[in-house]
Nanobody
Framework: QVQLIESGGGLVQAGGSLRLSCVAS????????TAWFRQAPDKEREFVAS????????SYGGFAEGRFTVSRDNAMNTAYLQMNNLKPEDTAVYYC?????????????????WGRGTLVTVSS
């Protein structure tokens, strides 16, 4: 069983940056693929980025390429999502999720453990 707590969301102007954190507890964090998803009002949950357990492999949704960077510090049991050049359409609740696997799927249903999310609001 893994518990996840996200933080770092807030209100930012378009063009600004935020860094989200996801702190894990309950098991060896490096065993888990970690992913970030987001969900805007009245929209489906959307894949943002993922990172392998050791941190060597990453994957991004198309809108995140070049603007967002996923990373992790297994010694701190923490994953991060650095978001730059934010746009109003990035406004959403951002979730951290983990999966005990070597694969890095983009389907949210493949992830067993989830945090409660952190709200990111980007004003124009």
């Amino acid at each position: 069983q893994v518990q996840l707590i996200e933080s770092g969301g807030g209100l930012v102007q378009a063009g600004g940056s935020l860094r989200l954190s996801c702190v894990a507890s309950g098991d060896t964090f490096s065993r888990y693929v970690t992913a970030w998803f987001r969900q805007a009002p009245d929209k489906e949950r959307e894949f943002v980025a993922s990172i392998s357990g050791g941190g060597a492999s990453t994957s991004y949704g198309g809108f995140a390429e070049g603007r967002f960077t996923v990373s992790r510090d297994n010694a701190m049991n923490t994953a991060y999502l650095q978001m730059n050049n934010l746009k109003p359409e990035d406004t959403a609740v951002y979730y951290c999720a983990v999966r005990y696997s070597l694969t890095m799927p983009r389907n949210s249903r493949e992830y067993a453990y989830w945090g409660r999310g952190t709200l990111v609001t980007v004003s124009s």
